[in-house]
């Protein structure tokens, strides 16, 4: 069921308001002037599989991130609070 869950998310990002002036050129990229559905079938693929690659290792950079925020909050929470309190004496 969370496949299913996770694949509907994504149908429903790819028809977002940001995506629908991409989609003329997504279609035409994918069947590039070929009517064999081979190449057209690679070619979603290979679309796929690096959007796949990149927001994979913008996940793990993200996580990577987040635990060691999470390891030193404290420190990150002083530095954020000295800064606030700096920017509000002197607005």
Known sequence: MRYIITFLEGV???ISPCMLPMLPIYISYF???SDKRKHIFIRSLSFVAGFTLV???L???A???GFFLFEYRTVLN?????????????G
């Open 12 to 14: 429903i990002s790819f």
């Open 59 to 61: 996940g793990l950079l």
């Open 63 to 65: 996580g990577t991130i």
């Open 55 to 57: 927001f994979c290792a």
């Open 31 to 33: 069947a590039g002037g």
């Open 78 to 90: 002083i530095a954020c609070g000295l800064i606030v309190k700096r920017s509000a004496d002197y």
